[in-house]
């Protein structure tokens, strides 16, 4: 059982380098369940690296990620993968949905792969799409990006994550379902108990996050400027 006061993600003295760039130096971050934060950043500061860090699809050179209590530093290919799958939802800035199943399919599969075998399984993905907005839909091609996007959320909180990863989730949206899917997004933490961390350019889109931060110098410094 988890302890309530267990970060779902705490990530202290990260030093990562790509070549010779040094891309994080000292980054520390911490999310509890119930809390969002999100990280903007100029192009090429390393949001998505950050996030593939978090994910344990790239390997720190320095400094410890630990999801729900797990230091991702210790663990082989199958135990990462079970840390994600049983941890981690992931909502991406396309969607990836498959485009020819439902939004039903797109959501089960994610638990199935998981290896969620609950018989309960398709009433509880029924009642998360409804809850989410999601109209019903042989294809999830024929629905608006913001539909797709909540098929998406849907999608990335079936397993029941400690941890909500948002990789520019608004970004191919128009303004009004940008905010609709963002108001949405972070009103997640409170109902679903999760921590929530998004990354993106959009300052309007950040604002919502109990915390903000910009990629500067290496590390996360508070508020939505980067460091001079
Ligand atoms: N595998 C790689 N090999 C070499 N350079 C890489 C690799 N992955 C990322 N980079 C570089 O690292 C930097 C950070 O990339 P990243 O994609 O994390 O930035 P980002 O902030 O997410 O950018 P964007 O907002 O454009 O998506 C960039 O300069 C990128 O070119």
Known sequence: ??????????????RYTIGDRVLFDGLELELAVGESAAILGPSGSGKSTLLSLILGMARPDEGTIAIDGTDLA???????????????????????????LGPEDNVALAAMLAG?????????VAELLRRLGVPQSPRVETLSGGER????VARALVNGPRLLLADEPTGALDETNRD?????????????????LVVTHDRAVAARADRVYTITGGGLR??????R
Not at 116 to 124: A, E, K, Q, S, V
Not at 149 to 152: D, I
Not at 185 to 196: K, R, V
């Open 180 to 196: 609709n899917v963002a108001d949405l997004l972070f009103a997640l933490p409170a109902e679903q108990d999760c921590a929530l």
């Open 222 to 227: 508070a508020g939505t400027e980067a460091q």
């Open 74 to 100: 210790g663990l082989g290919t199958a135990a990462l993968a079970k840390v994600r799958a049983g941890s981690v939802g992931m909502v991406f800035q396309f969607g990836e949905l498959l485009p020819e």
């Open 1 to 14: 059982m988890s302890a309530p006061s267990r970060p779902a993600l705490a990530i202290a003295a990260l």
């Open 149 to 152: 996007q909540r098929v998406a």
């Open 116 to 124: 969620d075998d609950d018989p309960g399984l398709p009433d509880r």
